[in-house]
């Protein structure tokens, strides 16, 4: 109902809206031990101050309040956006929280990490771990993951396998994602033989952001095709028992209060359809939390001059509905800017299609067994 809702809303580029952010993301950790190119944490961005990421852990008193907020309307939790979230220890209760709320969980994480309790991640029902690994060689990962350590992260990937295995548990699924470069495509097929030989479900060759700006040598390979290699796929059955992983604990009286919540009683007429403006879908479906407790609009980092902090969760206002998203809205439904008109009037990247697309909701709602709304919803 929410995302039928969200979906109504951004057709007809309402500037106040109704619905509920359905795609979670949030950094349980603003720091991370590595410094890759083009990264809030590269040595480059931080000598020069380009960017406005304090680091901090995120306190469960903040993640609280936000899950309160916006969990019974979400389809997936994604908890990283910059930060290693494997180093803070809480990490795992928030995901066991967020599967109370019958969201999907997915985290991203680089595994170089010394301390990584993977029975923790198993035990919270997390549903994806992504880990990404760009190499198959110490020598050929580390040129962009700089700091990092491969045997190191493929002992965390065993550890996880095994504690998986010990569970008697198919989640969390791993996928090893690989940021295909120049300087790495020649091993995405050792990569592919060892997530195979570790217990990886999948591997993803995935097409980087281009860092050749901080460092020339970093250039996205040409001609390597996003894919998903697939080693030991999960069917929709398997999606189905981990939907709902902790029946025993669903926060039923959070979910009441969702579906008690001020739906319009009304029919389409109420929301015709806009001219065709362009208007960014994040603004409608998505919302951003660091670990500072910043509510972002979407996943770019704010930097000096770039206003992208649109509230804070201490505010007991709609944190949906800031100024600040309804400034950027309203610029997007009419062109109108003014002196609180956010850095969207600005932005170079404005996704039309949702953070949560189409393909998540579909398969969300297939898990849940409403297959039809998925596809019915599927078309954006
Ligand atoms: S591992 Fe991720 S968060 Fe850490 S420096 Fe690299 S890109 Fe940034
Ligand atoms: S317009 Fe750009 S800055 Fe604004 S929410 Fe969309 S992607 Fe983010």
Not at 204 to 228: K, L, M, Y
Not at 319 to 329: G, Q, T, V
Not at 331 to 338: E, K, L, P, V, Y
């Amino acid at each position: 109902m929410n995302a039928t809702l969200s979906r109504a809303e951004y057709r007809s580029r309402r500037t106040v809206v109704t619905a509920r952010p359905f795609g979670l993301i949030l950094d349980p950790c603003n720091g991370c031990t590595l410094a890759c190119p083009g990264c809030v944490h590269s040595v480059e961005t931080r000598r020069n101050g380009l960017f406005d990421w304090p680091r901090g852990l995120l306190s469960r008193q903040r993640f609280d309040n936000y899950i309160e907020r916006f969990g019974p309307f979400a389809a997936m939790v994604k908890f990283w956006n910059y930060g290693e979230p494997v180093l803070n220890p809480h990490t795992p209760e928030y995901i066991r929280t967020a599967k109370r709320s019958l969201a999907q969980t997915v985290i991203s994480s680089s595994l170089s990490v010394r301390h990584f309790d993977a029975d923790a991640y198993v035990a919270s029902g997390l549903d994806y771990f992504l880990v990404s690994i760009d190499g198959a060689t110490q020598s050929v990962y580390e040129r962009f993951r700089r700091n990092g350590d491969i045997e190191l992260v493929f002992q965390n990937v065993r550890k996880l396998v095994e504690a998986r295995s010990r569970a008697g548990s198919k989640f969390p699924v791993i996928a090893w994602q690989y940021l295909a470069f120049e300087h790495n495509r020649h091993e995405i097929s050792q990569a592919v033989e060892k997530a195979a030989s570790l217990g990886c479900n999948e591997i993803r060759i995935a097409r980087p952001f281009d860092v050749g700006r901080e460092d020339p040598s970093i250039q996205p390979a040409t001609g390597v095709e996003a894919r998903i290699v697939a080693l030991d796929m999960l069917d929709v059955e398997d999606y189905a028992v981990n939907w709902n992983r902790f029946a025993g604990e669903i926060d039923g009286a959070a979910v009441q209060r969702a579906f008690e919540y001020a739906w319009p009683a009304a029919g389409p007429d109420e929301f015709p359809p806009a001219s065709d403006n362009f208007t960014c879908s994040w603004l409608y479906t998505s919302t951003v939390m660091d670990s500072g407790g910043r509510v972002l609009p979407c996943c770019c980092a704010p930097a000096p001059g770039q206003d992208l902090v649109f509230a804070h969760i201490e505010s007991d206002r709609d944190l949906f509905n800031s100024p600040k998203h309804i400034a950027a809205r309203e610029f997007f439904r009419s062109g109108a800017t003014g002196p609180g008109t956010p850095h969207c009037a600005k932005c170079t990247w404005i996704p039309n299609t949702p953070d949560i697309d189409p393909v998540h909701l579909r398969h969300y709602l297939a898990a849940a067994g409403e297959p039809e709304a998925g596809e019915w919803l599927g078309h954006w």
